[in-house]
């Protein structure tokens, strides 16, 4: 196992065994390489999620996670290769397009509206699928028609108790629940997250953990995460990068004891 720094150090967060996974594709790229005037960010990475599963995306820093993770979002075009969700090349598609497919992401920093209830953030997410996107003219009591699914998801994420409280007053991890509640609201096929543990305590991290495994029950998940403890105990599957390209891929026990990752993480071989 990967040792010596404290972010390798195992800890449990009481999460469930892992659940049944499928051997069939969701989300699939091939050969994607970016570059940027001259720089390749990326080189040749082909990388396969299974459905059904949580697949990790991590890797020293400078190793090409956010790129490939806004490529495979769509919030870059790459320079070559090509993107598959669901049987559909998505490659020169925008992001909006991407999320009415059903491949929807969450931000690194919190994006919620932070002078609304944790309701009314629910409701506004609910907005677009619900058909009431843009009949902004209505009173905003036309929307308690999304109450009652609206409180479906904050319970789904633990927030019910604070459903009356503006997002301003919650911690900081019950900020990113409830950023994944507004994302849940979009009805995603897969959801894809990026570092959801950054910046949380232990608690918070492991009350985020619990809910990831939650919602990946009936859906797929995608997580770019640096803290290893989550990604060994919550991740089904896991790809490394390094100096954008794939170095190892598989189950964590596998890549953990890849002396390639090691050295990639800590400079040198440990046993």
Request: glycine content about 8%; proline content about 4%; hydrophobic content about 45%.
């Amino acid at each position: 196992m990967l040792s010596s720094p404290p972010f390798l150090i195992f800890s449990s967060f009481g999460i469930s065994s892992r659940h049944m996974v499928s051997t069939q594709p969701i989300l699939s790229a091939t050969g994607l390489t970016m570059e940027f005037r001259g720089f390749v960010a990326v080189k040749d990475v082909t990388l396969s999620v299974n459905e059904g599963t949580i697949h990790a995306l991590i890797g020293p820093n400078g190793a090409g996670k956010t790129t490939v993770f806004n490529l495979l979002t769509k919030f870059l075009t790459p320079t070559r290769g090509q993107i598959v969700f669901r049987g559909t090349d998505i490659t020169r598609l925008k992001p909006a397009e991407v999320a009415r497919l059903g491949l929807v992401r969450s931000f690194q920093i919190s994006a919620v509206f932070p002078h609304l209830t944790v309701l009314d953030n629910v409701r506004v997410a609910l907005q677009r699928p619900e058909g009431l996107a843009t009949q902004f003219w209505l009173p905003s009591g036309s929307l308690s028609v999304l109450d009652d699914r609206a409180m479906e998801l904050i319970d789904a994420v633990n927030l019910s108790a604070y459903a009356h409280l503006t997002a301003s007053e919650l911690s900081y991890g019950r900020k990113r629940a409830l950023e994944i509640a507004t994302t849940l609201a979009l009805d995603p096929a897969m959801l894809l997250l990026d570092e959801p543990m950054a910046g949380m305590g232990h608690e918070d991290i492991g009350r985020i953990a619990e809910l990831i495994r939650r919602v990946a029950k009936n859906r797929t998940v995608l997580m770019v995460e640096h803290n290893l403890n989550v990604v060994a105990d919550l991740c089904d599957r896991v790809t490394v990068l390094a100096r954008g390209e794939i170095l190892s891929d598989g189950s964590y026990e596998t890549v953990s004891a890849d002396p390639r990752v090691r050295e990639a993480y800590m400079g040198t071989e440990h046993e």
